[in-house]
């Protein structure tokens, strides 16, 4: 039996007059968040299994639109999954919730608060790696 598993973020990006079209796609991955100008946050990829688990499994991509003062999130499980007792820091979609009250910032001030909120989440420090990627379309 397979014993090995792990969790995926492919993305690519390709520029065109006005923005940029992104093409992503998620295997067991904390699903990637779009931010736009007005607050309104959606995922961006659908959950897929992770790579290992299952045999032969397909994999789908998703192909969305990025403009000027667009932002993408992405971010590791220790994110999603900081724990507060028996709480999770996405439950009830924390991070979406989160990353709506950062419409206006920017990527580097973004990532500084969503770091500081999972870190103020719980009493004591994380205990898993955390990574976030902020994007933004100029």
Do not use: K, N, W
Not at 18 to 38: F, I, K, N, Q
Not at 67 to 72: H, I
């Amino acid at each position: 039996p397979q014993t090995r598993f792990l969790s995926l973020l492919y993305g690519e990006l390709v520029p065109f007059e006005g923005g940029v079209r992104c093409t992503l796609a998620s295997a067991g991955h904390p699903l990637p968040l779009l931010l736009d100008p007005e607050g309104a946050v959606r995922a961006v990829a659908q959950p897929q299994t992770l790579l290992g688990v299952v045999e032969d499994a397909g994999y789908t991509s998703e192909t969305f639109e990025m403009y000027s003062g667009d932002t993408l999130l992405c971010v590791t499980d220790g994110v999603t999954e900081r724990r507060s007792g028996s709480r999770q820091f996405d439950d009830g979609d924390g991070l979406a919730r989160a990353l709506a009250g950062c419409a206006g910032m920017e990527a580097g001030a973004i990532a500084d608060r969503i770091t500081r909120l999972v870190h103020e989440f719980g009493a004591r420090p994380p205990a898993d790696d955390m990574a976030l990627l902020v994007l933004q379309a100029e």
